[in-house]
């Protein structure tokens, strides 16, 4: 069955500590991925995606992730965390790409904290 | 951007009664509109896909008859909560996806938090 992996439910990091968060999919066929972030009490927001071309992606607010197909992983990292970077993470693959009825399927979520 | 709404942000109601949830896309036409739910720190539970005009599909475990879900139109989607029970208290997301360019993009809703009492 096609599937979503976040390895870590919960990190904790400190200002301006660098930050890897691990998303893996089963599937061998062609994929779209995503990255959305949940702030508290807020609705997702999307930080970045891939769809065909370099594998490093960049987004927003310092965000960038980097599809390994040999993997099959799309982490997100970014290299300083701020406070304000507290929030919910998600991964979310559309399995097959441009298929227009197949939906999102969203990893569990990463809760990142931030602390100074 | 492309954005979607949903109407009411948050409801609260009494355990038995309906609730109608709206998703809208309102600056472009959505062929395929999903509908997930939220349980409190977990994450987005896919419910249904619909498309416009036909019957939406829904997951496992899923009671069609609870949960209504009509597209009428292509840029609107409601999802009704039928005879809602306090298990049913939850976030509701929608999301559309658009047509030609924006066929690729899931563009979400900010939500509907239901309370049944």
């Known amino acids: 069955a096609q599937s979503v992996s976040q390895h870590n439910h919960h990190v904790i990091l400190s200002e301006a500590a660098s930050l890897e968060l691990g998303c893996n999919y089963s599937?061998?066929?062609?994929?779209?991925l995503f990255w959305y972030v949940q702030y508290p009490g807020q609705h997702l927001q999307l930080l970045l995606k891939y769809f065909s071309g370099d594998p490093l992606v960049k987004g927003i607010k310092g965000f960038e992730a980097e599809f390994i197909k040999s993997k099959f992983s799309f982490n997100l990292r970014k290299p300083s965390v701020q406070w304000s970077d507290t929030a919910e993470y998600f991964c979310?693959?559309?399995?097959?790409?441009?298929?227009?009825?197949?939906?999102?399927?969203f990893g569990k979520g990463t809760r990142l904290s931030v602390i100074a | 951007g492309a954005v979607v709404s949903q109407h009411p942000s948050r409801v609260i109601c009494k355990s038995g009664t309906s609730v109608k949830i709206e998703c809208r896309s309102l600056d472009f036409q959505a062929t395929t509109m999903f509908w997930y739910r939220q349980f409190p720190k977990q994450s987005l539970m896919l419910m249904a896909t619909?498309?416009?005009?036909?019957?939406?599909?829904?997951e496992q475990g899923v009671e069609k008859d609870k949960f209504l879900i009509n597209h009428a139109s292509l840029t609107l989607s409601t999802l009704t909560v039928t005879s809602a029970h306090p298990e049913d208290s939850s976030f509701y997301i929608c999301?559309?996806?658009?047509?030609?360019?924006?066929?690729?993009?899931?563009?979400f809703g900010p939500g509907t938090r239901l309370t049944v009492l």
């Open positions: 999301s559309a996806r658009g047509t030609s360019g924006r066929a690729n993009e899931q563009f």
């Open positions: 619909s498309n416009e005009g036909s019957k939406a599909t829904y």
């Open positions: 599937y061998g066929g062609t994929v779209n």
């Open positions: 979310a693959v559309n399995f097959g790409g441009n298929s227009g009825n197949t939906p999102l399927v």
